[in-house]
């Protein structure tokens, strides 16, 4: 599964204002209905949810919030670089400025789990993420997700 499967250029925020965890994923959920064509209160909740169950900051400044939802026809994803890293819960207790919010329809059940280790492998690259935090626009992220990995398109 590639990150081009995932998102596409409307999917990517360059420049997030958020100063809490809560807004970070309202705004996002704002942004991935428009995406998904589903409500952004549905998605939302979706996302409180799965966070009440842990944190999705996964540490290195970088969070992935999931959930499944009724309705997705696939998989879709929202990539975020904050303006401000905030205070995401995260387990390295490290403030986060890279978000990638994946959404899967709920039968999704192994195409969740690549997808979630896809973008995992991909944020885990520490070049990968300093270019990320270095890039300012939707454009340049977009291509940085979806072609800037020749190291993790193997994997």
Do not use: W
């Amino acid at each position: 599964m590639e990150i081009a499967e995932l998102i596409g250029p409307n999917s990517v925020i360059a420049d997030l204002r958020a100063t809490s965890k809560k807004q970070a994923l309202q705004e996002l959920a704002e942004r991935a209905a428009t995406v998904t064509g589903l409500h952004e209160r549905q998605i939302f909740d979706v996302l409180l949810e799965r966070e009440r169950l842990g944190t999705t900051g996964v540490g290195n400044g970088i969070a992935i919030p999931h959930g499944k939802l009724a309705g997705l026809k696939k998989l879709h994803g929202v990539f975020a670089r904050l303006s401000t890293p905030i205070d995401f819960e995260s387990i390295d207790e490290r403030p986060v400025d890279l978000i990638f919010l994946l959404l899967a329809p709920e039968t999704a059940g192994a195409d969740h789990l690549k997808a979630l280790a896809r973008v995992s492998r991909l944020l885990r690259d520490q070049s990968v993420c300093e270019k990320l935090r270095k890039t300012d626009t939707a454009d340049a992220l977009y291509i940085l997700l979806t072609e800037g990995n020749a190291a993790t398109h193997a994997a």
